[in-house]
Every structure is written in C-alpha cells, then in structure tokens.
C-alpha cells in the first residue's frame, strides 16, 4: 500500500472510479445522451443571452437562482400540469450533485440508503463516498420488476434513512408504479424517498410522474435532469421538486454560488425553447420502439422501455458481444447484467448501423437459453 492510499479514506480504498468509457467511435450509444445537436436557433438565444451577461462575470451569481427555479416551475407545469413554487425547486451541476446533496443532508454515517438492483450506478457510488451505509435491494430477476410486496418486505427490513427509486428504470428502463413509490413512503416512515425521473419525457403514454404525489408527501423527493430529453448533457443541469424544508435542508451543505451564471443562464433560455429541443423526443421514442421490435425478431430479448434505451438479453456472452459491437464501429454499454446489453436510442442511421452490425454477431453471439 502507498503512502497516499494509507492517507486516503479507508471507505474509499480499492475503490475505482464512475465513468462509461468515452471512445471516438462512429456510433455512440453508450451514455443516454441524445444524439440530436442543439438547434441552431436555440445556440444564438442562448449566445445572445451570454453576450450580455459576461461582462459581469466579475460578480458572484444569483446564489438562489431566483429565475432558473421560476423557468423550472413552468416548465414542469406545462409538461406535468402540477404547480410548484420556487420555494419547492433546487437545482444543480447535474443531476448527481442534487442527489449527492440529498444525500449530504439525509445520509452519512450511521445511515442507510436502500435502493433496488439493477439501477441507476451512482446512487450506491453517492452515497457510499459520503459515509451512508448502502443497502442494495432486489428486483425479480427474470422482469426486473419491483412490486409493492416486496418493495414493503425489503423496506421494513432496512428502515432506511434514504430510498432511491428509478421511474423510468435505468438500466431497465421500465417505469414504476404509483403503488411502489406510496407503499415505501409509509413502510420507510424515517426516510426521505427519492424518485429518479430523468428519463421523465421518454415515458409511453399514460406513464404518471412522481411529480403529482409531491403535495400530500413531504418526504418525497423527485429528481428530473435536463441532460436527456433537452440535449443539454454538456451543459450539465440537474433539478429536483420536493418540500420546502427539504429544500431549506440542502441549502445547508451546497457550496457557496454552486450553480455558475453562465450555467443558469444556459439552462434558463434552454427553457424559454422547450418545445423546440424537445421536438427530438418523439423521434427518439421511434427509435426506441424500432430496437424493441427488431431485436426480438432477432431473437433476443429486449425489456419494453419507458426511457431513451434498451436493455436486451439473450447474449452467450456479453462482454464479448460488446467487444465485437465495438469492432465494427458501434459503442454501447455493459451494464454488468450477465447476458445483457444496453443501447441508447439514437438517429434512424445510427440505429440501422447497431441493427446491422448486432445481426452479424446473433448467429454465434445469441444463446437459446433462458437468462435471468
């Protein structure tokens, strides 16, 4: 052992860090990230907002973000038809620093977190390096599926302090039930119940939001990210709706001006174009349903999705599959689900080049056998 490694936090020896490999690939469809470039119309509001505001780049910015938070409450109301005041808005650089201030504030030592496996990497990641007790819990193996029995069951076991929950799942990404998200608020009564929606505007018809259980659960907690749907992964946006004390809590562990002008800035005029950047979604969503039909006509299994991929399963051997996607120039996810891979939904053309490369492999990359 080094002599930093003795110096370092033993939670954190052996550690290794996040990252989804970043590779200079034609087809990359590894990260969520929508592949549709910012409009270019949408670049010159957003310039000239800029143009104005840098030469006061000398001063600190709104430390309270007064106008973001207002552009956030509109936004969801439109989308949502839920009203939230500024008071119930917080955001940050992404959605991982919110959930990493929720967690500041709810977690640490000699708390726990509970979450449902397979989710979202980070929430165990966030919560172990600041000091909080992990608790992974578990989803049926063969759907992937949370349901309300056992969400209790794992819940009572654990008295968490935190729960994360992901609606749309990912790496799943199958929404969740109204009935799971109320069940753990009442068998978890001390902890603060987080609902991951960042694939919120990827959801079929008909899939309900969190958002909507807010005013009769002040526990609850709802996360939303503008990196998806708005094509705005670079600018790094992250927002979360909940209490107005929960939102009093996180103002006690954020840095000092933790969200940049020009970040805000960003972020506010993004806004302002809602409809426009989010004129992408519907023909994501058509690539998504596309990769679900054709790869079970390939045999293989995807899980239906409510988010801008899909995992599919019925691989001999995922790691190698990846490998051989890679080869031919298309980058995708290993989630570290045996016999799975994930494939975010991209451009008609990146999505025929996945399709065509995955339909050379199938014939000695496929397994007739059933996976969990």
């Excluded at 006061?56 to 973000?65: A, H, I, S």
């Excluded at 397979?118 to 919560?127: F, R």
């Excluded at 600018?235 to 000092?256: H, K, N, S, T």
């Amino acid at each position: 052992m080094s002599e930093i490694t003795e110096l370092l936090r033993p939670g954190l020896r052996g550690r290794t860090p996040y990252g989804a490999p970043q590779l200079d690939v034609d087809v990359q469809l590894n990260t969520n990230e929508s592949s549709y470039p910012v409009p270019p119309e949408v670049v010159e509001a957003i310039l000239a907002e800029l143009a104005d505001e840098l030469g006061t780049l000398n001063r600190y910015p709104d430390r309270e973000f007064t106008a973001l938070r207002k552009a956030l409450g509109d936004y969801l109301h439109d989308r949502s038809g839920v009203s939230l005041r500024p008071e119930q808005l917080w955001a940050g650089n992404g959605s991982n620093e919110v959930l990493s201030h929720l967690v500041q504030a709810f977690g640490g030592p000699e708390r726990t977190a509970l979450g449902f496996t397979p989710a979202y990497s980070m929430h165990p990641i966030i919560a172990e390096t600041l000091g909080t007790t992990w608790v992974d819990g578990q989803r049926d193996r063969a759907s992937f599926d949370l349901t309300v029995e056992s969400a209790i069951e794992q819940a009572k076991g654990v008295d968490p302090h935190l729960v994360f929950l992901c609606s749309p799942n990912n790496p799943t990404g199958t929404a969740l039930p109204f009935d799971v998200v109320e069940a753990m608020l009442e068998a978890a009564p001390r902890a603060i119940v987080v609902v991951d929606e960042a694939y919120a505007e990827f959801a079929r018809p008909g899939t309900p939001t969190a958002l909507s259980l807010l005013e009769r659960h002040p526990r609850l907690v709802v996360t939303r990210t503008m990196s998806k749907a708005f094509a705005l992964a670079g600018g790094r946006l992250g927002y979360l709706a909940a209490d107005p004390e929960v939102i009093d809590a996180l103002r006690l562990v954020r840095l000092p001006y933790h969200l940049s002008a020009p970040t805000q800035t960003i972020a506010r005029v993004a806004l302002e174009h809602a409809d426009r950047l989010l004129e992408t979604v519907e023909a994501i969503k058509d690539q998504r349903d596309r990769l679900v039909t054709e790869l079970t006509a390939l045999g293989l299994r995807p899980v239906p999705s409510d988010a801008n991929f899909v995992l599919f399963g019925g691989l001999a051997d995922a790691a190698a599959t990846w490998q051989a996607l890679l080869d031919r120039g298309v980058l995708v996810r290993d989630v570290g689900i045996p016999h799975h891979l994930r494939v975010t939904a991209g451009t008609p053309e990146e999505t025929t080049r996945f399709l065509t490369a995955l339909a050379e492999l199938v014939p000695t990359h496929a397994t007739t056998k059933e996976t969990p």
